[in-house]
Structures are given as structure tokens and as C-alpha cells.
């Protein structure tokens, strides 16, 4: 599908009874949403920092997203927002997908840890030029990434061809009624029709579960602000429950990747702490754990702590586990314009941005450690370069 340069959808039609049936209105802004091209207005977002940090001389980010935004756009804007940074570690991780900033190349992979049932995330990364034969962990990579583009379909089919259980579920949990359920029905056949109408010339990059959020919220004007709210509250909840039920026989397993990792020379981080917490019982070989980001800060002390233990008990030999904190930035949010609906938390976070390092509670714990900013991007770029 030929687009203008990220085209806007068009007036929107007074507020009226919304059907299934797919109109102009639909069609604009969908083409506006699936566009993966920044206009000027997009790009002054990019390249205004949300928050500048005039003092922080050193910049540990190794869990942040850039989506559709070019890098050389993101490395402007992290060199305006530290304008006193001297050290630095930055490495994307995108979802299922290796990119590359400066040296280092990263990935955050999903996983399945058989001794956990459940699907996890790993943090993949290396020294770029490591990657040059690594035929088996892309085959892999290319596998698992996948399965985010089937599970959008799953949860709109969950909804259009219902799942009577999973959405009793999803509405019980939400507070929703009939109406709701029914107002979110005719959002995701509109949706449905318009992934199937262009399945062939749009990027693959745009097929997503925040393609559903970002689609209703378009049609707020005929929703009305109340009632799209309420059907992203029930969304949500359908999505989670598509999330859990998704067959975790479909992925790699953890050590699978962590051996493959390993095999060339990477380095291997758990995220998501407060999801992933007890993955610190088994012995995985891993350089570190995120002890916070902006959704899960719990447990920051508490895992602070677990990992000095397991430092003052390793062998000789044995690398120390790292501590490390993750902004978790999605950088397509930065190109939308702050609107209601949209989510101030995600909104707010910035590449590098890791307010706990400097917090004075927490940073009696990273003493005890022997651990912050400089001393982890040293260790752990000692071990990618190794």
C-alpha cells in the first residue's frame, strides 16, 4: 500500500453508531498508524529530550526498544540528553530482532524456562562483529519473532470470533459490560479486515499488539473519550489473557539461547525483575540481573541483596552477577503525540534514565555491592570485548 509521507487520518464523521463496516475514516487512519515513516513533526519529538540530565557522566542503557525510529535520530537525542556524558554502554534490544548501535549489537528474546513453565525475557548482547557467523542464533531469532505477529492475530480472533470463556474472563476481571464487549468487537473486526485488506504491503514491523490500543484510540471521536477508555481497560485484559495461554511449546527454550550466546561470546542479562524474580534460584549462566525499571521496582533492594549474596559465595574464578537497571524506553512513543488515552508511564521514560542508581536508600545497598553506573559499564564491556 503506497502511503504519503505519515499520512493523518481524515476528519472524523460526527459521533454516531458504530459498525463493523470499514470506512474512509478507517482506512486513513489506519494507514496513518501502520506508516513507519516520520514526518517533520515527528522527528522534533524524537530530537527533544524529555528529560536532560546535565551532570550524569555515565549512561548505562541495555534494555530500550527503538521501533521504528532511526538510530542516528536516537543517538542524537541520547547525546542531548547527557550533555556531560564521558562513559557509556548503549545497546538496543529490540524484540526478536538484532540491531546495532556504535560496536555493539542486542536483542531482548523471548524464551521458555521449562523450570518455571512460563515464558520469559533475555537480554542478549555483543560486540558486533562476533555476530558475523552466528547462522544458528538467527535461524532461531527469525523463529521467535514470529510469534509476536501471531499472537496480534490470536487476540483479535479471541474477540471476532469469540472465545466466550476468555472473554468472560477479560470482562470479569475488567469491570465490563455487554456494551463494552460489544463496542470492543467492532473495533477489532474493523482492525481485522484492514490487517487482512493490506497483509501484503505494509511492514511487518507495524503487526504488534499496541496496533489495537493505538487503533481504538483513533476512534475516539466517534467513541467518545468514556467509553474508548473502557474498552481499552477490557483490550487489555483480553491481551493478558491471550499472553498467558499462548503455547509456550513454540519457543526455544532458556539455555538454549543462553548456549548459543555463550558459544559466541555474548553477554546474557534477566530483565523484567519483579516477573521474573525467582529465576535467581536456578543457575543459569548469566552476567546480571535488573534489579528495577520503570514497571517493576518492588524488589530492587531485596535483589540488590540476593546478588551480593551470591557474589560473597562464588568460587574462585567465577564472575561476580552485575546489577543492572533497564529504562525499557519504546521510542515509537516518542513520535505520537501525548493524547488521552495514552499511557504517561511509558510515555515518560527515556533511554538511560535509571533514577534508582542515584536514589540514597537504594545506594546504601549498591555500596555494599561494590556496584554502580561506571563500574558496570566497565565489567560488562570488558566481558563483550573479551
Same mark, same amino acid.
Given at each position: 500500500? =503506497?502511503?504519503?509521507?505519515?499520512?493523518?487520518? &481524515?476528519?472524523?464523521?460526527?459521533?454516531?453508531?458504530?459498525?463493523?463496516?470499514?470506512?474512509?475514516?478507517?482506512?486513513?487512519?489506519?494507514?496513518?498508524?501502520?506508516?513507519?515513516?516520520?514526518?517533520?513533526?515527528?522527528?522534533?519529538?524524537?530530537?527533544?529530550?524529555?528529560?536532560?540530565?546535565?551532570?550524569?557522566?555515565?549512561?548505562?542503557?541495555?534494555?530500550?526498544?527503538?521501533?521504528?525510529?532511526?538510530?542516528? @535520530?536516537?543517538?542524537?537525542?541520547?547525546?542531548? #540528553?547527557?550533555?556531560?556524558?564521558?562513559?557509556?554502554?548503549?545497546?538496543?534490544?529490540?524484540?526478536?530482532?538484532?540491531?546495532?548501535?556504535?560496536?555493539?549489537?542486542?536483542?531482548?528474546?523471548?524464551?521458555? #524456562?521449562?523450570?518455571?513453565?512460563?515464558?520469559?525475557?533475555?537480554?542478549?548482547?555483543?560486540?558486533?562483529?562476533?555476530?558475523?557467523?552466528?547462522?544458528?542464533? =538467527?535461524?532461531? @531469532?527469525?523463529?521467535?519473532?514470529?510469534?509476536?505477529?501471531?499472537?496480534?492475530?490470536?487476540?483479535?480472533?479471541?474477540?471476532?470470533?469469540?472465545?466466550?470463556?476468555?472473554?468472560?474472563?477479560?470482562?470479569?476481571?475488567?469491570?465490563?459490560?455487554?456494551?463494552?464487549?460489544?463496542?470492543?468487537?467492532?473495533?477489532?473486526?474493523?482492525?481485522?479486515?484492514l490487517l487482512e485488506r493490506h497483509a501484503g504491503d505494509m511492514s511487518v514491523d507495524a503487526i504488534k499488539n499496541k496496533?489495537?490500543?493505538?487503533?481504538?484510540?483513533?476512534?475516539?471521536?466517534?467513541?467518545?473519550?468514556? &467509553?474508548?477508555?473502557?474498552?481499552?481497560?477490557?483490550?487489555?485484559?483480553?491481551?493478558?489473557?491471550?499472553? $498467558?495461554?499462548?503455547?509456550?511449546?513454540?519457543?526455544?527454550?532458556? $539455555?538454549?539461547?543462553?548456549?548459543?550466546?555463550?558459544?559466541?561470546?555474548?553477554?546474557?542479562?534477566?530483565?523484567?525483575?519483579?516477573?521474573?524474580?525467582?529465576?535467581?534460584?536456578? #543457575?543459569?549462566?548469566?552476567?546480571?540481573?535488573?534489579?528495577?525499571?520503570?514497571?517493576?521496582?518492588?524488589? $530492587?533492594?531485596?535483589l540488590i541483596s540476593v546478588l551480593y549474596e551470591k557474589n560473597r559465595r562464588r568460587g574462585n574464578g567465577e564472575r561476580?552477577?552485575?546489577?543492572?537497571?533497564?529504562?525499557?524506553?519504546?521510542?515509537?512513543?516518542?513520535? @505520537?503525540?501525548?493524547?488521552?488515552?495514552?499511557?504517561?508511564? =511509558?510515555?515518560r521514560r527515556e533511554i538511560g534514565l535509571q533514577p534508582a542508581w542515584d536514589d540514597l536508600s537504594i545506594g546504601k =545497598?549498591?555500596?555494599?555491592?561494590?556496584?554502580?553506573? &561506571?563500574?558496570?559499564?566497565?565489567?560488562?564491556? &570488558?566481558?563483550?570485548?573479551?
Open positions: 500500500m =503506497k502511503r504519503e509521507q505519515h499520512r493523518q487520518p &481524515a476528519e472524523a464523521p460526527a459521533p454516531e453508531t458504530l459498525t463493523a463496516d470499514v470506512t474512509e475514516f478507517d482506512e486513513r487512519l489506519f494507514a496513518a498508524l501502520v506508516d513507519t515513516s516520520l514526518d517533520a513533526e515527528a522527528e522534533r519529538r524524537i530530537l527533544t529530550p524529555g528529560a536532560v540530565q546535565p551532570a550524569q557522566d555515565s549512561v548505562l542503557a541495555v534494555h530500550w526498544h527503538p521501533e521504528h525510529v532511526p538510530l542516528p @535520530l536516537i543517538k542524537q537525542r541520547i547525546e542531548a #540528553s547527557y550533555p556531560a556524558m564521558r562513559k557509556s554502554l548503549i545497546i538496543p534490544t529490540q524484540h526478536n530482532v538484532l540491531m546495532e548501535y556504535g560496536p555493539y549489537t542486542g536483542v531482548e528474546v523471548d524464551c521458555y #524456562s521449562r523450570g518455571f513453565n512460563q515464558k520469559v525475557q533475555l537480554l542478549l548482547h555483543f560486540r558486533t562483529e562476533k555476530l558475523r557467523d552466528a547462522h544458528v542464533l =538467527k535461524s532461531m @531469532l527469525a523463529h521467535t519473532h514470529a510469534y509476536r505477529s501471531s499472537q496480534l492475530i490470536d487476540y483479535l480472533t479471541t474477540v471476532t470470533k469469540p472465545d466466550e470463556e476468555r472473554l468472560a474472563h477479560a470482562a470479569k476481571e475488567s469491570g465490563s459490560d455487554e456494551t463494552v464487549v460489544a463496542l470492543a468487537r467492532i473495533c477489532c473486526l474493523k482492525l481485522e479486515a496496533l489495537v490500543r493505538n487503533f481504538v484510540d483513533g476512534l475516539r471521536p466517534l467513541l467518545g473519550d468514556a &467509553a474508548a477508555n473502557r474498552v481499552q481497560v477490557f483490550l487489555k485484559e483480553v491481551k493478558a489473557v491471550v499472553k $498467558t495461554q499462548f503455547p509456550l511449546t513454540y519457543f526455544y527454550r532458556t $539455555t538454549e539461547f543462553i548456549e548459543e550466546v555463550r558459544g559466541i561470546g555474548g553477554g546474557v542479562v534477566i530483565p523484567h525483575p519483579e516477573q521474573f524474580w525467582p529465576i535467581l534460584l536456578a #543457575s543459569y549462566d548469566v552476567d546480571g540481573y535488573e534489579v528495577w525499571n520503570p514497571q517493576s521496582q518492588r524488589y $530492587t533492594e531485596f561476580r552477577m552485575l546489577v543492572f537497571m533497564g529504562d525499557d524506553t519504546h521510542m515509537g512513543e516518542k513520535t @505520537l503525540p501525548v493524547r488521552s488515552g495514552t499511557d504517561p508511564n =511509558k510515555a =545497598k549498591l555500596i555494599v555491592a561494590d556496584m554502580d553506573r &561506571a563500574r558496570v559499564i566497565e565489567e560488562y564491556s &570488558a566481558r563483550l570485548d573479551g
